[in-house]
């Protein structure tokens, strides 16, 4: 789960692509693990995935997050870069059985990586921010989990402070929802100002949802999410409600 112009149209699904590079092994000097460890309507909204798109690869790397003090051994290394190389297989062909989606996200969710450079990595250094497709949610236990049937997708705004969340059903219509957000070590928080939903050919229609009334920043008495890893092509988060997913980069297409 960056600011859109209120007048502009929204895209259907077919829009957007997953900005995957070829998949690689991260080398394992560049993972670092730490030491141990949409209510208004736009809070019911946990954006998750696209079932619509088809892979638009991009030919540079992705840096993997930077290293912390502590360093745990080649073999748990080894396991989170295995991990994050299924779920970018997943992402790019949505062919990856769930059993191993969840076990990966167990993985990842267990090796506490350095944080540091998540937020600039997930929202970018300039408005209007990058976009990300949610494309697996699971529970809580990582027990039982699915690729989301509709396309979602999350745009992030580092610079602005700003997010949107929005389910797009092609020609029948989209519903977005935008806010502020703030961003705290590795949690980011939200509040939800106003909802955009769009009819087949007409126009967004735009209603506020009061969200923006107070003007304070958002915190952990909000919906929020907590990252486990962010790199150029995927992201790794958890919901307030426990629910764990995970995204893939991704861009409009002209």
Sequence with gaps: MAALSSASLLPPPSTFAPVLSPLRKPPPQHLAIRGSPHRRRGRRLSLAASSAASPDLEKEPSPSPSPSPQEKSPGDLSAVAESVKVLKEAAKTRKVPSPELLAALAKIKKAK???????????????????????????GRLEKGQYFPVTAVQRFDAAGKRIENGVYLGPVGSLTFEGRLSWKKKILAFIFERVRIKVGP??????????????RE????DPFFVWFYVDEEIA???????????????????
Excluded: H, N
């Design 113 to 139: 990586l350095d944080t540091s450079t998540f937020f600039e990595t997930l929202g970018g250094t300039q408005s209007p921010g990058r976009t990300w497709m949610l494309i697996f949610t699971a529970k």
């Design 202 to 215: 007409f126009g967004p229609l735009e209603i506020g949802l009061g969200g923006g009334d107070d003007g």
């Design 218 to 221: 958002p915190s952990t008495k």
């Design 236 to 254: 790794v988060a958890q919901g307030r409600g426990g629910g764990v997913a995970y995204w893939c980069r991704c861009k409009r297409v002209p």
